[in-house]
């Protein structure tokens, strides 16, 4: 087997294992370069890592390498009548379900494929929702597209998109929140339907009814999100 020689200066940090080998990375000690490609026996990294911590070439301050978790459907905070398959994406069922990952970052984008009609509903939600009670937008704790085409908050109605614009099985509903506004788009286009009103922290929410099947994306997604939006980060990527 052939290895690549570690850059000066570089430090090992552990990324993952088997039986009879270990796979690391050599990263500066300042994080300015990362390494993934070495790979050393278990025994000769464990006297690599040893001699690296004997001759003081470690230093301190490494940065570890850590697998951020996966923006996706919360099972845990999903009404009781609720199916969540596709790792996290797809909800089908009847009530609510809020995404994992709460709106922290100053400007958010996701998305809505909707794989099935019925009655459905998309928007930002806190916690305190009631996931079990649909349509959501009865109260202060969430703001919802429906799937008729209106926008409801506290029970009122917020804005409504055009009666041609309704969105049909196929299409691709965007949404994005910079903790003022929620703005809608379909398939790509905005559609000039902003909304207001909620407060608190607040995370994605779907919902679904009468055979409805939502897909979520919270990367990847179909359409560029608008300028200066990005995908939800989660807290520990923001700071």
Request: hydrophobic share 35%.
């Amino acid at each position: 087997m052939q290895y690549r020689a570690l850059p000066r200066g570089a430090a090992v940090v552990f990324v993952g294992e088997s039986d009879d080998a270990v796979t690391r990375g050599a990263l500066w000690p300042d994080g300015r370069g990362l390494f993934p490609d070495v790979q050393l026996t278990a025994r000769m990294a464990a006297m690599f890592t040893c001699c690296l911590s004997c001759c003081g070439e470690g230093g301190s301050g490494h940065i570890p390498l850590k697998e951020m978790p996966t923006v996706q459907l919360d099972t845990h905070h999903m009404g009781t009548d609720v199916v969540i398959v596709k790792s996290g994406r797809r909800i089908c069922g009847t009530g609510g379900c809020l995404a994992n990952a709460p709106l922290h970052q100053n400007k958010s984008y996701f998305e809505f494929k909707i794989q099935s009609t019925g009655v459905w509903g998309v928007g930002v939600a806190t916690q305190k929702v009631n996931l079990n009670q649909v349509p959501l937008g009865r109260d202060t704790n969430s703001l919802v597209l429906r799937h008729d085409g209106s926008v409801y908050h506290n029970s009122e109605e917020k804005n409504r998109l055009p009666a041609n614009s309704l969105p049909q099985e196929g299409d691709i509903v965007g949404i994005t929140y910079d903790h003022v506004e929620l703005n809608l788009y379909l398939n790509g286009k905005n559609m000039h339907c902003p909304a207001s009103g909620i407060r608190g922290t607040v995370y994605p929410v779907v919902y679904v009814d009468d055979s409805a099947i939502l897909d979520c994306q919270f990367s990847d997604f179909y359409h560029t999100a608008p300028q200066g939006f990005e995908k939800i980060l989660f807290e520990q990527q923001i700071f």
